[in-house]
């Protein structure tokens, strides 16, 4: 019970802000990730499972029974789910996939402006045992046991200082990957390669185009990169003057 008790007292624990400068080096090492092409090919696996997990989780809320994700090498991904193949259930199914990374990222900012650095890196843990329960090929599996073991090392070896700037980087690294992500969404459909995309099977659901959708999921990055910089204190939040 007193080993219970501890790990949740270190679960829950509020943790100083990192100074500006620490966080902002955070962030330039996760944007140099999404930038440089190699680093961006291994690490768009864990945009990948976000993804597929706002597809599965979206589909299980809306009722449709969940069949099972699947992840690939080449970074792509599919989650398989019954019901209705029309009607809003779908449609937010749908809409969930490329807005995840965003949301995801947007909600972890939140715990980690608040303090709960730590609570941040166990609730991402939590959550990939979610997803791993509902993976169905060994290379999902792989991907996702990666990415755990991943961020169980940096809660349970780093300091406090590091898990903080450990949980900055994921952070920044998930919000910025939502928004390259989409950006080779629209240079994938323009090359005509992408004609089962989310966009286009919302395009096809709703007879609104393609490119709109796009520009949602858009809409969506920029909006909660904007807002997280503002709940980690590096960014003004814009006021609309009334």
Same mark, same amino acid.
């Given at each position: 019970m007193d080993a219970l008790l501890a790990f949740w007292e270190r679960v829950?624990?509020?943790?100083?802000?990192?100074?500006?400068?620490?966080?902002?080096?955070?962030?330039?090492?996760?944007?140099?990730?999404v930038l440089f092409p190699p680093g961006w090919r291994l690490a768009r696996h864990a945009v990948t499972i976000a993804h597929e997990a706002g597809h599965a989780l979206v589909a299980m809320l809306t009722g449709r029974k969940l069949s099972g994700i699947r992840l690939h090498s080449d970074t792509s991904g599919v989650t398989v789910s019954r019901g209705r193949p029309r009607g809003p259930?779908?449609?937010? #199914?749908?809409?969930? +996939?490329?807005t995840a990374p965003a949301i995801l990222?947007?909600? %972890?900012?939140w715990m980690l402006g608040a303090g709960y650095a730590t609570g941040m890196l166990w609730a991402l843990l939590a959550a990939l045992v979610l997803v791993l329960a509902q993976v169905r090929n060994w290379f999902g599996l792989w991907s996702v046991l990666v990415s755990g073991v991943l961020v169980f090392a940096a809660t349970w070896l780093l300091d406090e200082r590091w898990r903080a700037l450990v949980?900055?980087?994921?952070?920044?690294?998930?919000?910025?990957?939502?928004?390259?992500?989409?950006?080779?969404?629209?240079r994938v459909r323009r090359g005509g390669r992408a004609r089962n995309s989310d966009?286009?099977?919302?395009?096809?659901? #709703?007879h609104?185009? +393609?490119?709109v959708w796009v520009g949602v999921f858009?809409?969506? %990055?920029?909006?909660?990169a904007v807002v997280a910089g503002a709940f980690l204190g590096l960014t003004p939040l814009p006021s609309i003057a009334g």
């Open positions: 829950t624990s509020q943790q100083p802000a990192l100074p500006a400068a620490e966080s902002w080096i955070a962030i330039a090492v996760a944007a140099a990730v259930a779908m449609i937010a #199914t749908l809409l969930a +996939g490329y990222g947007l909600g %972890a900012s949980a900055t980087a994921i952070v920044a690294f998930v919000l910025l990957g939502a928004l390259r992500a989409t950006i080779e969404l629209q966009a286009d099977q919302l395009a096809r659901l #709703t609104i185009p +393609g490119i858009l809409v969506v %990055a920029v909006g909660c």
